[in-house]
């Protein structure tokens, strides 16, 4: 065979180049990461470091939790007092004697610590069923029965190394420690202002004072006094009263270095570094829109000798009033009460009062007939009765009929002794849910439809003369007695 001819492509010199290189491509089930733009980095960065510290902070709370869950539900490391379990708004003595350390509910208190004076009792399955005294004192009994017994108690009275007992240990009255005394025990009941009854002595025939300053009620032990309750003029700081400057018509100016006011506002009067009411009754109105005409007063109006409306004394006196502004104002009231007669309905129909206080300079004198006097007051909310002095009344039915906001009231500070009419007292009170009414002691008193109307459940306190009647009268709610 013959060989082809080469054709010659006409060039002398051919460049030869090698194939480029195979580009490198992804499987097309895997996924380029190079593709991906540097910020999403940046955001997936950002969100590991965010989800690190929730997780963290989710750890922390739940050690925290687990730490406050160490001790019983319903307790409190308060000498003697709790806040039980189904009402933890406020403090309650445990009834357990010399019990430090209580919890449980309010009609069930259950003690685990009891104090270093005293030592617990067990029951079967280890619980404290009571707290007995290591040392308890001994008494002397002293029979007079026979003349050898007599005898021998005059030998003993009148050892010089046994002290002769006092023949009575509890005094009351307003100028003493005690208020009321329990003649059968001989111990104290209530104690006057300043002074409480501590709870870790087991004999109570003395109050002891409350050392905290410009505190209105204690509680606690003799060695830890806690205040409950701060005077009018000062508010709670921790376990102080602290004056307070400012407030309404109080302190206008104040020495901090003795912690006492200077000088006060118009409607108080200093004395002893500190600011009182000088006019008889304090009120606040609310009103909801600009030149609204408010009633102050109605039925009693001739016995109003001067007024104080929003720091501006009035140049005579009036029924109703014309507040400029929107908001809350203060009423100042000086009053001429009558020595005898009534005030029924005195407040009767102030829709627009919001609170109201009495001064001590309120009296009463021999006024018997009080009922109604808050009557439809449906946006009163706040009443202050501690200095109302009611000595002398008798009739108080419809009292606070139908105040639709008041939701507490407390008139264990209220002398009640003549009161026999309380019918209709709290009708319709819509949201009323704690009630103390523990100076109320007259077994026979008057009580029709004095709960009608009020929400099915709550806590009220009552004098044990009257504990069995409101039981029958409130089911569901819960009775305390003193």
């Known amino acids: 065979m013959r060989a082809l001819p080469v054709q010659s492509s006409g ?44 997780i963290v902070v989710i750890i922390l709370s739940l050690k925290k939790k687990k730490k406050v869950e160490e001790f019983p539900e319903g307790s409190l490391l308060n000498n003697g007092y709790f806040y039980p379990s189904d009402d933890k708004s406020k403090l309650y003595k445990c009834s357990l004697d010399n019990c430090q350390k209580c919890n449980g509910t309010i009609q069930n208190n259950q003690c685990y610590q009891c104090f270093g004076n005293s030592e617990p009792k067990y029951s079967t399955d280890n619980r404290i069923i009571k707290c007995n005294l290591k040392n308890p004192p001994t008494q002397l009994i002293i029979s ?53 009854l501590p709870s870790d002595l087991s004999s109570q025939t003395t109050c002891h004072q409350c050392t905290i300053k410009h505190c209105k009620q204690c509680i606690g032990t003799s060695y830890n006094p806690i205040c409950s309750v701060c005077q009018d003029y000062s508010e709670k700081s921790n376990n102080d009263c602290i004056l307070k400057e400012g407030e309404g018509g109080l302190c206008k100016n104040f020495d901090n ?34 030149n609204e005409n408010v009633k102050l007063i109605d039925k009693y109006y001739g016995y109003i000798e001067e007024m104080i409306v929003d720091e501006k004394k009035l140049n005579k006196t009036v029924k109703t009033y014309t507040f400029e502004d929107k908001g809350e104002h203060i009423v100042y009231y000086k009053m001429k009460i009558p020595s005898s007669g009534s005030l029924i309905g005195m407040f009767e129909g102030l829709k627009k009062m919001t609170s109201i206080y009495f001064s001590e300079r309120f009296e009463l004198y021999d006024i018997k007939k009080i009922n109604r006097m808050f009557y439809n007051c449906e946006n009163l909310k706040n009443i202050d009765l501690s200095n109302f002095n009611a000595k002398n ?4 039915n419809s009292m606070f009929y139908q105040c639709l906001q ?32 523990s100076n109320f002691n007259n077994s026979d008193i008057n009580t029709d439809k004095m709960f009608e109307g009020i929400p099915d459940s709550g806590t009220i306190t009552v004098n044990k003369n009257l504990k069995e009647k409101i039981e ?4 569901n709610w819960i009775v305390i007695s003193k």
């Open 257 to 290: 270095k003795k912690n006492e006011c200077s000088s006060c506002n118009i409607g108080y009067l200093l004395k002893d570094g500190i600011c009182i009411l000088n006019y008889d009754i304090k009120a606040t109105f609310k009103t909801r829109t600009k």
């Open 11 to 54: 060039r002398n010199d051919v460049d030869v180049y090698p194939p480029p290189p195979p580009i490198d491509k992804p499987h097309k089930n895997q996924f380029d990461f190079r593709r991906i733009p540097p910020k999403v980095f940046l955001i997936a960065g950002i969100s590991i470091v965010i989800m690190g510290i929730i």
């Open 472 to 475: 029958l009268l409130l089911n």
């Open 144 to 196: 007079q029965t026979t003349e050898t017994s007599s005898k021998n108690t005059n030998s003993i009275t009148n050892s010089p190394n046994i002290p002769a007992l006092p023949e009575k240990l509890c005094y009351e009255g307003p100028n003493e420690q005690c208020q009321e005394c329990d003649e059968s025990k001989d111990e104290c009941i209530s104690c006057n202002p300043g002074y409480f």
């Open 406 to 437: 008041l939701d507490n009231i407390n008139l264990s500070e209220l002398e009640s002794s003549k009161v026999n009419d309380v019918s209709g007292m709290f009708e319709n009170c819509v949201s009323l849910k704690n009630i103390d009414i």
């Open 393 to 396: 009344v008798e009739i108080m």
